[in-house]
Structure formats: C-alpha cells, structure tokens
C-alpha cells in the first residue's frame, strides 16, 4: 500500500472588503525591490502596512511587542522614455517606540483597519490625478489590501474619507 500525504502551508484569507486587482499587482514589484515580506506571507499578531506614494510606515506586533519602520522610496524615471521606470531608491529607518505607539493608537482610533476600500463606499469618486493611499493589515489568518483615492476630495461628504484624513493628520 502505498500512502502520498501532501502538505501545505496554510495561506491567510483575503477579507471581502480588499481591492487587489491593479494595486496589489503594481506593489508586488515595488515590496521585492525594496524587500518587503508578502503580506499575505506575514506571521504576526497584528500587522499594519501603510504607503503614501514616496513612503512605507510598517507596524509588527508579535508576542506583545510592538515595533516600526518607515521606508523611503523614490523612483528614477529616464530621460527621453515615457513612463519607462528606472532604479528604485530606498532607505528603512527602525521608528521610536514613541512613534511607533502613537501611530498604532491613530490606527485604532480612526478604525482605519475597519474601512473597507474606496471601491466599497457608495460615493467615493475616481480621479486620474491626486494621491492614492494604501494600506495593508495582516493578523493571524487574514490579510486586506486597501486602496483610497485622494480622500480629501471627500472629506465634506463622506465620513469614511474623514476618518482617513483625520489619521493621515493626526
């Protein structure tokens, strides 16, 4: 007789409220080049992802302990190419425990992990210009990707988008 057992490596759930389509595909390139783990391959207790466009803020909860990065990035365009990417520039600094509890408490404050993204909320508008913010979370056995489309666009008319800016203020 002659038995296989074939085991995988259990992988996280992406929740409901995620949008992965174009943004998880554009930040996969960006996470290898600047060696940032998968979110989804993320072993933590609590796990928080947060870009802006020239900059990463991470928090990793593990064990009760808290701790933070921020990474700076900038992107090379050449000469004489249209939107022909160049060299990636970066740079990762360890964030203050300070720091890195006063931005996990706006995280729980403005319940930014509670949004869902921009595409989920009735009257939330696209644009072709602005800024677009990501944010990621990760826990034990699920993982979000989230995309917010210059929210202070919003601000006025959606308590959604003023939460966003409250936490991107506070």
């Known amino acids: ?36 783990e998968p979110t989804e391959k993320i072993q933590a207790d609590f796990y928080f992802r947060f870009w802006n466009g020239d900059k990463v803020i991470e928090l990793k909860q593990v064990d009760n302990n808290l ?8 992107r090379q365009y050449r000469k004489n190419k249209q939107r022909e990417e160049g060299r990636l520039y970066f740079k990762k600094y360890e964030l203050t425990n300070q720091t890195t509890k006063m931005i996990f408490e706006l ?26 913010y990501i944010i990621e979370h990760a826990d034990k056995n699920t993982y979000t990707f989230k995309n917010y489309w210059t929210p202070s666009y919003h601000q006025d008319k959606l308590k959604e988008a003023r939460q966003l800016v409250d936490f991107l203020s506070g």
């Open 1 to 36: 007789t002659l038995t296989t057992l074939i085991a995988c490596g259990q992988d996280k759930v992406l929740t409901t409220d995620s949008d992965t389509v174009f943004w998880a595909r554009y930040y996969k390139t960006i996470k290898a080049d600047i060696g940032v």
């Open 107 to 132: 995280v729980t404050k403005y319940k930014i992990i509670e949004l869902p993204t921009d595409k989920q909320i009735v009257g939330w508008n696209q644009g072709l210009d602005g800024e677009t």
């Open 67 to 74: 701790i933070g990065t921020s990474t700076f990035l900038i």
